[in-house]
């Protein structure tokens, strides 16, 4: 914010060392590194483009500057509430996709777009509402929180990509806000934040 938008800047690790990655008329966020850091999706928002557009830019780790023009991967219709716009994507493990949050349906379903760009393919849909899609280690499955057991609750689910059933990762006796999937390194736990009405955030 320091241009009175919001840019994108790299840090060095020792702090000593700033250099703008976007300096754009509009606001830049939701930054997110590929696997092998050589590349940062972020989402450009603007007037003519409010809900946001999707893009890529290439980083030179040596230099700590970006490299070339940024390409657009996906350009979000506006909203029909005016609310709504592309939140931070995951990398699959393999740098080869990204997988984000789109409205196009008129729910938050998870997609799948290609890093090097590509209409999206829907990976999940119905009437219900899915969010942070994180994959797992192995690049075989994601974690996601989703209304589909029930519109009033989130609860964590494993959605496998080869187009098997998703399924509910944990069973609660108690309505419950659940979110921020993080699968271990080894990909054999899930960790996760669960609410209740009497609980607070575990």
């Known amino acids: 914010g320091r241009r009175g938008n919001a840019d994108l800047m790299v840090v060095s690790d020792d702090g000593m060392t700033t250099s703008y990655l976007t300096m754009t008329p509009g606001d830049d966020g939701n930054p997110s590194w590929s696997p092998d850091g050589t590349k940062i999706a972020y989402v450009e928002r603007t007037r003519e483009h409010f809900s946001g557009v999707l893009k890529v830019l ?8 970006a490299v070339g023009a ?19 994507t995951a990398w699959s493990p393999d740098g080869k996709n990204l997988a984000v949050v789109l409205q196009d349906s008129g729910w938050d379903h998870v997609y799948l777009i290609p890093a090097t760009g590509g209409a999206p393919k829907a990976v999940t849909s119905g009437e219900f509402e899915d969010a942070n899609p994180v994959f797992s280690p192995d690049g075989k499955s994601m974690a996601i929180t989703s209304s589909r057991s029930n519109l009033e609750e989130r609860h964590i689910w494993i ?15 108690v309505p419950c806000m659940e979110g921020n999937p993080q699968w271990s390194p080894d990909g054999s736990k899930i960790y996760f934040h669960r609410t209740t009405a009497l609980e607070p955030q575990n």
């Open 58 to 65: 290439n980083f030179d780790a040596n230099s700590g500057r």
């Open 70 to 88: 940024p390409v657009d991967l996906y350009t979000a219709p506006t909203d029909r509430g005016g609310g709504w716009a592309i939140g931070r």
């Open 159 to 173: 959605v496998p990509l080869d187009g098997s059933a998703p399924r509910q990762l944990a069973q609660s006796s």
